[in-house]
């Protein structure tokens, strides 16, 4: 019973350490749109998907076609 007891503390302190360590790495902004804003426009008369700095700055149009681009996200 005492075996069972300590296995399952030191699990609980492995989930616990591994959920912390993740948090911290994502509270770091690390990944592929650290300081990027994901959009959508239709500037130019079609909604298209753009991303740009977080101060707005470098505003680039990643998609350019006639079906409608909307809805982007960030992944891995």
């Known amino acids: 019973m005492k075996r069972l007891l300590l296995v399952l503390l030191v699990i609980t302190l492995a989930v616990f350490l591994l959920i ?3 948090q911290a ?5 690390e990944g592929e749109g650290e300081g990027k804003i994901a959009f959508q426009s239709n500037r130019d008369g079609n909604e298209e998907i753009y991303v740009m700095n977080a ?6 149009r990643l998609t350019n076609n006639p079906a409608l681009d909307a809805g982007p996200s960030w992944g891995p």
């Open 20 to 22: 912390c360590c993740n």
């Open 25 to 29: 790495t994502l509270d770091e902004g």
């Open 55 to 60: 101060d707005g700055s470098k505003q680039t």
